[in-house]
């Protein structure tokens, strides 16, 4: 018999908080949840107090080994964290393709002209490109994955927003793998947009980001003109499926 870890880590997921950083205190999260696994991964323990008892073991090996290396790179990474994060947008956007996005408005050979995609979607993309970036700088090569994480998830509410601000005003374009133009430009973020998530029959409240292959005078000509924007626009499970979210559900796209 094998104990389903997620019970377990909601069970047991509140450890003794050691540090007062909120880096080293997502740190700790990370790594608790990580030593769940693992060991119930590994041992096959029928005890679940076995299995909490050998995880902590786990953890707290692996903490007293993590936090010196996080507190080593705190200094540099409160340098390059907007940089890194900037860097970590337009990877994420030169990775995807059309199928990511609600394409609202096509031309007569269908490329698309205005993508949408919820921003929480994106913010997720970004967050885990950005742990994977961080791997590349020296300060953060021997470190964990969960480590390199625990920075990415401490930057993305910090720098995303106002990355995307930028971008807006600034008239930003990004590569994509989209037809022929092979890029676009951040032209609108809608907050509180409508739009039908999943098989819902009801429209639902999401923040949304907006992206046009023409210029953002375009966008901003038309959208005042003229409501030209598609009456059933939905973003399916299919287009949060190839984003590669495992951890992000239909429900999490939700305004509360």
Request: with cysteine.
């Amino acid at each position: 018999m094998i104990f389903n870890c997620t019970t377990l880590e909601e069970k047991h997921s509140t450890m003794p908080i050691i540090f007062q950083d909120p880096i080293l205190g997502k740190l700790e999260d990370l790594l608790w949840r990580k030593s769940l696994a693992d060991i119930g991964q590994r041992l096959k323990l029928r005890d679940p107090r076995k299995l909490v008892r050998s995880a902590r073991e786990l953890y707290m090996a692996m903490l007293s080994q993590e936090r010196a290396k996080v507190k080593l790179a705190i200094n540099m990474y409160s340098k390059i964290a907007y940089a890194k994060t900037k860097e970590s947008v337009e990877i994420a956007l030169s990775r995807s393709k059309p199928a990511w996005f609600t394409i609202e408005v096509a031309n007569l050979i269908r490329t698309p002209v205005v993508l949408v995609v919820p921003q929480i979607v994106l913010r997720n993309a970004v967050e885990l490109v950005l742990a994977e970036t961080l791997a590349s700088r020296i300060e953060f090569a021997g470190m964990l994955p969960e480590s390199r994480l625990a920075f990415a998830e401490d930057a993305i509410p910090r720098y995303f927003s106002s990355i995307t601000d930028d971008a807006r005003r600034l008239h930003w374009n990004y590569r994509m793998n989209i037809r022929f133009g092979h890029k676009a430009t951040l032209v609108d973020f809608i907050k509180n947009d409508w739009y039908y998530l999943g098989n819902d029959r009801e429209a639902s409240r999401v923040d949304t980001i907006v992206f046009c292959t023409k210029d953002s005078k375009w966008w901003k000509e038309r959208n005042r003109r003229v409501d030209f924007r598609p009456q059933g626009r939905r973003f399916g499970h299919e287009n949060l499926s190839r984003w590669g979210l495992a951890g992000l559900a239909m429900e999490d796209l939700r305004k509360r």
